[in-house]
């Protein structure tokens, strides 16, 4: 009698059971059989370190200009700091090497929307390598409600499917790393438990060491499964607004002038924009550990953006969001188009909102959305957003909500 060579069922109790030479096998097997391989190619990952092609700081950055208007200078700072750490990672290892090169963290300073988290994103996109977003106003120290240091690690694992070689070579992005400052300088008996003791607990991550992650993540208890992972190779990528560093900015400028000199030197500070000048006494002075600010060696400052930025944002980059809404509506063999005036509209309303170039989607989502809703059900096949079609339709939405966005 016919029955599968591997579970042993006759053939009247399977769906469908296939001949080989010398066998058979059913269509339970097969699907199990499936979801082995499945899974043991789905360990491997996407991504493949053994091919990563690493371009030159100038290429880096030119890679960078297609998706990020402006930031000359963060951009520089970061293209360099990405091209020493895979450089690092791409050589040989060999004991006799009596030079040994540290990985260059980076600590990115910018007002909420001026683009410290696409330039993160932008940067892994390119290398294809691992890459996760962490908030760190979730953390807090171990035993506490809140995220323990290693869920860090479980995301970035997570997204390398559990491919522990590539998330070893990945890219962390750790937002909001300001919310994690010191409260204050005077000691107290409560504990500083999502403050001082997350960053402690950050500083073994940031200069590496071998890190025992839960792969679910979560609490960690004695019975789990851990998965050891080496972060001495995973690049940490911190953003923060600091809101008020400039007033510390300002202050270190003034308190070191003194004379005539000092005073001319004063004229040439540009006050509109005090980020320029920061330094790491700035960040201790906000509340970062002297330890963290170390292992943070590459600071830079993200510029605030100006109407010509905000109005380049719309329409030139590769996922400029003009361009995405054109493509949403040509799907519908609809075609989009805006005036020049809708659009210096939409980004004079960004800069009064404040909301940087994160406010620009908002907008702009406000403004579209009657249309999106009413246009792919009619024969309509062209479209044009004037200006007053756009301060209509933002009239009519709820702008405190869109402030308040």
């Known amino acids: 009698m016919d029955r599968c060579s591997f579970c042993g069922r006759e053939k009247k109790d399977t769906n ?3 001949a080989g030479i010398s066998g058979h096998i059913c269509d339970r097997c097969i699907e199990q059989a499936y979801s082995i391989v499945q899974e043991e190619l789905g360990k491997k990952g996407d991504f493949d370190v053994s091919q990563l092609r690493l371009l030159k700081p100038r290429e880096i950055k030119e890679f960078l200009d297609e998706y990020v208007i402006g930031q000359d200078e963060a951009k520089k700072y970061i293209s360099v700091a990405v091209y020493n750490h895979y450089k690092r990672l791409l050589q040989p290892s060999r004991e006799t090497d009596e ?3 540290e990985k260059s963290n980076i600590v990115l300073v910018g007002e909420t929307g001026t683009g410290k988290t696409l330039l993160a994103r932008t940067i892994a996109k390119m290398l294809h390598v691992p890459f996760t977003i962490v908030d760190a106003t979730v953390l807090t120290e171990a035993g506490y409600v809140g995220e323990d240091i290693e869920s ?3 995301r970035l694992l997570q997204v390398a499917d559990y491919n522990v070689e590539a998330a070893e070579k990945g890219i962390v992005f750790i937002d909001e790393i300001d919310k994690i400052a010191r409260k204050g300088d005077n000691p107290s008996i409560t504990r500083d438990v999502s403050g001082e003791g997350v960053q402690q607990g950050l500083l073994k991550l940031l200069e590496g ?3 025992n992650v839960p792969p679910q993540g979560g609490r ?4 789990q499964k851990m998965i050891p992972v080496d972060t001495k190779n995973i690049l940490f990528i911190c953003g923060g607004a600091f809101d008020g560093i400039d007033k510390k900015i300002a202050n270190r400028l003034n308190t070191k002038t003194m004379g005539y000199r000092a005073s001319k030197a004063q004229d040439k500070i540009d006050r509109e924009n005090l980020l320029q000048y920061i330094a790491p006494m700035d960040l201790k002075a906000f509340g970062l550990i002297p330890e963290i600010i170390g ?3 590459i600071l830079t400052y993200m510029n605030p953006l100006e109407e010509e ?6 329409t030139e980059p590769k996922n400029a969001i003009v361009k ?3 493509k949403l509506f040509k799907i519908d063999g609809i075609e989009l188009e805006w005036e020049e005036k809708a659009l210096n509209y939409v980004v004079e309303k960004a800069i009064e909102f404040k909301l940087g170039a994160r406010g620009l989607r908002s907008i702009c989502e406000a403004i579209m959305m009657d249309a999106m809703f009413e246009m792919p059900s009619t024969d309509t096949k062209e479209i044009m957003i004037s200006e007053e079609y756009a301060r209509q339709r933002l009239e009519k939405t709820n702008l405190k909500r869109l402030k308040a966005a």
Request: hydrophobic share 55%; proline share 7%; charged share 20%.
């Open 16 to 18: 469908l059971l296939i």
């Open 99 to 101: 030079v040994e090169i």
């Open 152 to 154: 860090i690690l479980t």
């Open 209 to 211: 060491a071998i890190v």
């Open 220 to 223: 960690k208890h004695p019975d």
């Open 295 to 297: 292992r943070l060696p």
């Open 309 to 314: 930025a905000l109005r380049r944002i719309l």
């Open 324 to 326: 995405q809404y054109q």
